[in-house]
């Protein structure tokens, strides 16, 4: 189920008296996705994805209408794979394109593609899940339930903040437009902690950029 991005418009007109629902909507919608950025709360697992032979480049499907915060898991059989960007695996060999095996690593690229190390060597069905966050699109008309249902405060104090501040209109009060970000700030430090709290008991998080430093490295060049 799906909310209209003018779902907040009759919260925020009597704090914003003769704000038009089309700014409203707008900052919604940017609200929406700098909630979802910086707390990584909306996640979602994936249609497990399946192996071609040979074949290194595949698409992460995500639902209508969002795209990726961070690949939170990834795994092939059920065993973790690591992040690596396409410099760190250059650097240990160009020719990785050619070399098959089991995967163990995943490269992430733009354009919800990701790229698999080594390449497989065998066609599997569903053999790689993925759990990743996401937001809504710079396009999107609507958003998740979930958002609205679970986060509904932090959103529109977060809305209500970004239109208190714009300038030179009959409803600008930058003062209120702190107020409401520093409780915006404080309710999404809560909605983070209540991310990690449901994480909890799921599979190790894999964290694109960068592997603990305190252990022996691998055939690649990083640590593991």
């Known amino acids: 189920m799906a909310q209209s991005m003018d779902v907040f418009v009759p919260d925020v007109l009597p704090i914003c008296p003769g704000v038009s629902e089309f700014l409203v909507q707008r ?14 709360v909306f996640r979602r697992d994936l249609d497990p994805v399946s ?7 595949y698409e992460i499907e995500v639902p209508a209408g969002t795209t990726i915060v961070e690949i939170e898991t990834m795994t092939y059989k059920g065993t973790p794979l690591d992040p690596r960007t396409l410099k760190e695996v250059e650097d240990r060999t160009t020719d990785w394109r050619e070399q098959t095996g089991p ?10 593609l990701m790229w698999l190390v080594p390449v497989p060597g065998s066609s599997e069905v569903s053999a ?11 396009s999107s008309v609507s958003f ?8 509904f405060e932090p959103i529109l104090n977060l809305v209500l903040s970004r239109i208190l501040r714009i300038p030179g209109k009959d409803w600008t009060d930058k003062r209120s437009a702190n107020e409401y970000l520093a409780i915006y700030e404080q309710e999404l430090q809560n909605a983070r902690v209540r991310g990690r709290k449901a994480q909890r008991g799921a599979a190790p998080t894999v964290k694109y950029g960068g592997i603990s430093s305190s252990r022996a490295k691998d055939d690649y060049g990083q640590r593991f």
Do not use: G, M, W
């Open 27 to 40: 900052e919604t919608r940017n609200a929406i996705i700098k909630f979802c950025q910086e707390s990584r």
């Open 128 to 138: 790689v899940d993925i759990n990743v966050s996401l937001k809504p699109t710079r």
């Open 144 to 151: 998740d339930d979930e958002l609205y249902e679970d986060y």
């Open 103 to 112: 995967t163990r690593y995943y490269i992430r690229r733009p354009d919800n």
């Open 51 to 57: 192996l071609v032979a040979n074949i290194y480049e």
